[in-house]
């Protein structure tokens, strides 16, 4: 207990003395809308605990991939399966990776196999406007699997148009293990963005293809990806936009999921998607219909490459339609929404089955006394393999002064089992449970926000109940890992982030940014197993991060400490050198300085110091 006091205080002492920059001027973060599928909220209004990473932001982060950039946000944890944007999970407060919905400009991501998938997403980072990560429940925002938060990946659609090139490469420069060639390990990318505009029209048209020969034996990686999202303003009320995407992603998959007989793993995920939509103003109403869709195939093969057996492919569909709704009245803005989603699978090992989900919500939002804000809801769903289930919630938000704002909030959501907790068969290693339902939470949570001028401090509290948790477990080392809802988890958790931006005669600018969490896990549960997935719940995570910059030069670099439960902790230090000469950057970035040993999932050991040099050219139209 002293020794966790100790570590509780000197972090919060860090807390209060540095921290990751936040580059963007304060008036303009007043500005950012949070882009909800119905009810879209300033951030000063906001209600709920939610961190936004602006482009600015993203550009001075030393990150390639959509996986990097989500770690340096507070409570959020990537676990890598390989680098390189080859294979993530990711979760939200201690959560499981199945919790936390990923959604690009509104659309679900949900993988009807499992969500160790769904970070399979095409989206290079100059295309991304503003990353949204909304913590705790979100079923009456986002509906059911949104059990501990949701990340809304909002992409470019304003603005000039432009073009970015951004080409880079980077290297251990360690020498390869014996069986994997000659040489030394390393790779590179290259990510094409062209945003075009005209007065009626926008086109966002992203590319990009990552090469890397692995890390270590049998890690190599191959991934392309292409993106596309189109808007049409027919008139000051009417509006079309449709998207669509496609990955590819072939890699050694050594040490992913049953090292270490899987040495020589290989796997491959494809994953498509589009979706189309439209936006309607008549008086003060606003009415948005959709349909998307979702398409992933996964071939895995055990033995390699090459060879047919103990190979298991999956091809997974989710087909979702939806209305939302709002109206702007004298007392409140009100949302509705109808959402209908067909999940169906034919898979080597899980069969074939399907099912289908719908919901409605409702939401309303008001302001009284130009001072509370109040936001109120409830999401109700119907399961063709689960039933009824309602889910509320209510969050108020007291602005003190136009500095301080108080906010509270209780919320509810529902996680469904995916097709591989229930119906998986790969014996002797792994066997799903039919018999399995769907997990409960609860969330209660309190915080505070203080910003004046460019400083900004947040911080608060909160505590989840997730009935029916639903683990992997096993009773003794020779039995197949089998998931059951294995009793209630149980989080409490407190948070912290400061920041400020310095400018000194303004050539010279100085910034820093912290952010803190720590977690506190516990089970009720009659069961004696072992656990998959509950040693891994994070605990301790410490953000600091320091820039600088004197006219076109800029320095950023970023420290993180990660503690899960009963796991070693480690510490990754990285750093970004920028230069701008006119339109285009040359950068130097340089990953995991301190040369930590350290893994995030599955038995893969994460990369040593990795160094990498990139230059990107970005043409704008005058």
Known sequence: MNKLKTLIGFKMTLLLSFGAISQQDTTVYEEIIIQRNRLEIPINQATRNVDILTAKEIKTLPVRTVNELLSYVGGVDIRQRGPFGTQADISIDGGSFEQTLILINGVKMLDAQTAHNMMNIPIPLDAIQQVEVLKGPAARVYGVNALTGAINIVTKSAGKSFVAVNTYAGSSFQEKEAGDGDGIYGGGGIQLTGNFNTKKQNHLIALSQDLYNGQRYNTAQSNTKFFYNGKHKINNKHQLEWMGGYT?????????????????????????????????????????????????????????????????????????????????????????????????????????????????????????????????????????SYGWQVYPGLDLAYRFSPHWKVSASAGSGQRIPSFTDLYLNQAPENIGNPNIQPENAWAYEFNFTYKRKSFKMKGGYFYRSISDYIDWVRDMPSSPYSPINIGENLVHGIYGQIGQQFKFKKKHQLGYKVSYNYLQPSYQSSEDLQSKYILESLRHQLVIGLNYAYKDFSVQVNHRYIERELNTPYHL????????????????????????????????????????????????KK
Do not use: C
Request: aromatic share 14%; hydrophobic share 35%; charged share 20%.
């Open 248 to 384: 590819y992603n072939d890699f050694g998959a050594n040490g992913f999921y049953a090292a270490p007989g899987d040495i020589n793993a290989h796997e491959t995920v494809e994953t498509g998607l589009f979706s189309v939509s439209s936006t309607h103003k008549v008086g003060r109403f606003k009415i948005s219909p959709r349909i998307s869709n979702r398409y992933n195939e996964d071939d895995y093969r055990y033995l390699g490459k090459d060879i047919d057996l103990a190979r298991s492919k999956h091809y997974a569909n989710a087909f979702m339609a939806e209305v939302n709704a709002s109206v702007e009245t004298s007392i409140g803005d009100f949302g509705l929404g109808w959402e209908s989603r067909f999940d169906e699978i034919n898979s080597s090992n899980i069969s074939q089955h399907q099912r289908d989900n719908h919901g409605v919500s409702a939401e309303y939002k008001g302001v009284f006394w130009r001072k509370l804000i109040a936001t109120a809801g409830a999401y109700v769903n119907y399961n063709s």
């Open 573 to 620: 230090l990285s750093a970004r050198i920028n230069y701008d000469i006119k339109a285009f950057s040359v950068y130097a970035d340089a990953s995991n300085l301190l040369n930590a040993e350290y893994k995030e999932a599955g038995a893969v050991p994460m990369p040593p110091r990795w160094l990498t040099l990139g230059v990107r050219y970005v043409w704008k």
